[in-house]
């Protein structure tokens, strides 16, 4: 399985900036998949952005305008720009990709990387 290592986490003042970094090893397949959870203090974990090999990036509707998904397929590595950040953004980052191999497919987590956004 896949070992991802998520990078860029910190401490930011509100209407600041930060971007995130995912760099998979281990064994993958095809990666089909790339995208970004975050689980605030007290709350389950939730969608950031997603996005498929060849399609167009999906974003939950609280970071529309303000987060940039961007994949890099050969390189096993996915950032997340985030802009423009709220107090309400503090959260765990997660960083997760999807492999297969035939009809097997593979769900990639990493250990997540904190975000705290506060003056």
């Known amino acids: 399985q896949g070992h991802l290592v998520e990078s860029g986490g910190g401490l930011v003042q509100p209407g600041g900036s930060l971007r995130l970094s995912c760099v998979a090893s281990g064994t993958m397949f095809s990666i089909y998949a790339m995208g970004w959870y975050r689980q605030p203090p007290g709350k389950q974990r939730e969608l950031v952005a997603r996005?498929?090999?060849?399609?167009?990036?999906i974003y939950a509707d609280s970071v529309k305008g303000r987060f940039t998904i961007s994949p890099d397929y050969a390189k096993r590595t996915v950032y997340l720009q985030m802009s423009s950040l709220k107090p309400e953004d503090t959260a765990v980052y997660y960083c997760?990709?999807?492999?297969?191999?035939?009809?097997?497919?593979?769900?990639?987590w990493g250990q997540g990387t904190q975000v705290t956004v506060s003056s």
């Open positions: 996005v498929m090999r060849g399609e167009i990036p």
């Open positions: 997760n990709m999807k492999d297969r191999l035939g009809e097997s497919e593979y769900d990639n």
